[in-house]
């Protein structure tokens, strides 16, 4: 027995065209239609027994928000999201809004017929790999990419942080000194411990990947805050302010890394 069904999508080409095979293959299309913003009203209208509604982000916040109205005022039809192969957040957020399956948009017109079969019965229409793809990626998510500025960033200390500044601005070993309040000689050992954490050969160099990076937009209100040679924040290893240290305005006093 034929379902009686809706077929809704953005691109009305492709709501037209699953149509016309579901149609040839003795389901009864109340309509294929591509309103946006009115999908909702439209299906509650109609009345099918099965929605397939189409979507390009599945992720999207919002993006199921005419589901979560279909199954309010209309509990006894079954919505099945035709969707791109899905992150875990868009099968969740489908399943979520009330909706019964989740096709794949790639999948072939017989399992679209088994999803609504399904769906219509009251059962969850949704391929065992879509969930087990769903939950693997779950449970082991995939790495993000590094942040090689807040990286970099946590390697210094927050001395060095400011000395790297100091170097970002132009100032050289004397001003350095001067402005921070310690010798010539302190001054020159901070410069070439930032140099050999950055893993470059040059002041030039290390202000260059300070900018690439974003390290020194991250790095410029933590030197501010320093004061020049006044109070520093002192970080944890993940880089987070807990506490402040004052460091000494004379080079006779103990330096503190």
Not at 2 to 21: I, K, N, Y
Not at 198 to 204: D, F, I, Q, T, Y
Not at 226 to 238: I, L, M, S, T
Request: proline fraction near 7%; charge should be neutral.
């Amino acid at each position: 027995m034929g379902v009686r069904l809706m077929v809704v999508d953005d691109h009305r080409l492709l709501a037209e065209a699953l149509a016309s095979a579901l149609k040839l293959r003795g389901h009864r299309v109340l309509a294929a239609a591509a309103p946006a913003a009115g999908a909702a009203e439209l299906v509650v209208q109609r009345a099918p027994e099965v929605c397939l509604l189409g979507t390009a982000t599945p992720a999207e916040p919002g993006i199921f928000d005419p589901v979560v109205r279909i199954k309010r005022e209309r509990p006894q039809i079954a919505v099945v999201v035709l969707g791109p192969v899905p992150n875990p957040r868009g099968i969740a957020a489908a399943f979520a809004a009330g909706a019964s399956g989740y096709v794949r948009h790639d999948e072939r017109i017989e399992g679209v017929e088994r999803a609504m079969m399904k769906a219509r019965a009251g059962e969850a229409a949704v391929a065992p790999q879509l969930l087990q793809g769903a939950f693997g990626e779950l449970l082991n998510p995939a790495a993000q990419p590094d942040d090689e500025g807040q990286r970099l960033l946590q390697l210094l200390t927050p001395r060095e942080v400011e000395v790297l500044v100091r170097v970002a601005d132009g100032e050289d070993t004397r001003l350095i000194a001067a402005g921070m309040g310690i010798a010539p000689s302190t001054a020159r050992t901070h410069v070439q411990r930032v140099l050999m954490k950055l893993n470059v050969g040059s002041r030039l160099e290390a202000a260059a990947l300070a900018a690439r990076t974003g390290l020194l937009d991250r790095a410029v209100p933590l030197g501010d805050t320093a004061g020049r040679g006044g109070e520093v924040p002192a970080a944890r290893n993940g880089g987070e302010v807990d506490r402040h240290v004052s460091y000494p305005s004379t080079p006779q006093g103990p330096e503190l890394r």
